[in-house]
């Protein structure tokens, strides 16, 4: 059974940084692309950046240059490093997979940008 556990998010000043983390289980990780999107209050779930199998990335044009997706096989975790963080940024952070036909989410972390 895939399981994807998001974790890291907060409070944080505008300018600041924070690593969110998502932690994954049930299929063999280092197989597959993964994706961290984001929804903000109102708005509709848009992508952030993705990471292939490979290690290949894309990023949205409003976070190139200040967000990093990494992943590490060997513990089943694929991370974004958020740096100058802007009050725009405040969003629920959600990572996913494809994996079997099927989409996966975890349940979100919160990331709130806010001085």
């Known amino acids: 059974q895939v399981h994807l556990v998001e974790s890291g998010g907060g409070l944080v000043q505008p300018g600041g940084s924070l690593r969110l983390s998502c932690a994954a289980s049930?299929?063999?990780?280092?197989?597959?692309?993964m994706t961290w999107y984001r929804q903000a209050p109102g708005k509709q779930r848009e992508l952030v950046a993705t990471?292939?199998?490979?290690?290949?990335?894309n990023y949205a044009d409003s976070v190139m240059g200040r967000f990093t997706i990494s992943r590490e096989n060997a513990k089943n975790t694929v991370y974004l490093q958020m740096n100058s963080l802007k009050p725009e940024d405040t969003a629920v952070y959600y990572c996913?997979?494809?994996?079997?036909?099927?989409?996966?989410w975890g349940q979100g972390t919160q990331v709130t940008v806010s001085s």
């Open positions: 990471i292939t199998s490979g290690g290949n990335t």
């Open positions: 996913n997979t494809r994996y079997a036909y099927s989409y996966y």
């Open positions: 049930g299929f063999t990780f280092s197989n597959y692309a």
